[in-house]
């Protein structure tokens, strides 16, 4: 038998009390153990003996077994070392000291696909916008609604979407190879989202070159490439207030030249190169 001796942490436990059948809780004070057959009148000499016989029997036991870690799969007890493992949490917060504890009982988990179902929506922004739809030589059709460019497969009934702009898209243009996209979006209110120009795959999805940030004060409004010379120039229309064109080699992002123009509210912000001149900035 074994009295007043406190049990202080779990690997104690399992180690040096593995032959305890009984064990007491005392509320203030040290927890009480010992064996239920040897509680009432049990003389001290004979607990002495108790013990010596109890250490004797552990020493021998523990010679004679191999060690054993909780990471052996054939001796573990998943319903003892599992619970066991699992400590409370303890935390400060605000100043004050804060103890979680764990669940005895884990609710079983459930990975069941939910039952529930998308629906396909459309959107199209076509009320302030011009040259908004495109069919690609897939089939596929190609236009914008908020800052996500969709191409919709009439097919299949499915859709891709192009979603690498930080804000609303304003105007869009398909490259001559008909497999680019240039697409400006408008100005946010930080420095992640300025106004810029992306020019991405139709077949990948895949952002090829970035360019314009910090150019354009309110947002892209006009986009348009070079007709004649492969596609290498990129024009756009800054929405500020002076309504700025500008020039663009996009595989370098170098800027060739800009001007302040004047738009026609009800045309609304359609540009285009000239079809009939190669445009030369020399």
């Not at 009982?105 to 929506?121: E, G, T, V, W, Y």
Request: charged share 25%.
């Amino acid at each position: 038998m074994r009295l007043r001796e406190e049990v202080r942490s779990f690997s104690q436990l399992r180690n040096e009390f593995a032959d305890v059948e009984t064990f007491y809780l005392c509320h203030g004070g040290s927890p009480l153990l010992g064996r239920a057959s040897a509680i009432n009148g049990v003389e001290s000499g004979r607990r002495s003996r108790a013990s010596s016989v109890v250490a004797e029997r552990r020493r021998s036991r523990s010679k004679g077994r191999r060690s054993v870690t909780y990471g052996d799969a054939d001796a573990r007890d998943y319903s003892l070392v599992e619970v066991l493992k699992e400590e409370p949490l303890r935390l400060i917060i605000r100043g004050l000291k804060r103890t979680f504890y764990p669940p005895l009982h884990h609710p079983p988990a459930d990975n069941s696909p939910p039952d529930k179902r998308l629906q396909l929506d459309y959107g199209y922004r076509g009320t302030d916008s011009r040259r908004n739809l495109w069919v690609l030589p897939t089939g596929e059709l190609l236009y914008y609604v908020a800052a996500v460019a969709v191409l919709y497969d009439r097919d299949e009934d499915s859709q891709r979407h192009y979603v690498a702009h930080s804000e609303d898209i304003q105007c869009m243009a398909l490259h001559p190879s008909r497999e680019m996209v240039a697409s400006g979006q408008r100005a946010g209110r930080n420095r992640k989202t300025q106004a810029h120009i992306r020019i991405w795959s139709t077949e990948t999805l895949q952002t090829l070159y970035v360019f314009g940030m910090g150019e354009f004060e309110l947002g892209v409004s006009a986009i348009a490439f070079s007709q004649l010379n492969g596609g290498s120039y990129v024009l756009a229309v800054d929405g500020g207030r002076e309504r700025i064109l500008s020039v663009w080699q996009w595989q370098w992002g170098h800027l060739l030249g800009k001007v302040a123009v004047k738009f026609v509210a009800d045309l609304g912000n359609v540009v285009e190169f000239n079809a009939l001149r190669i445009f030369d900035m020399a």
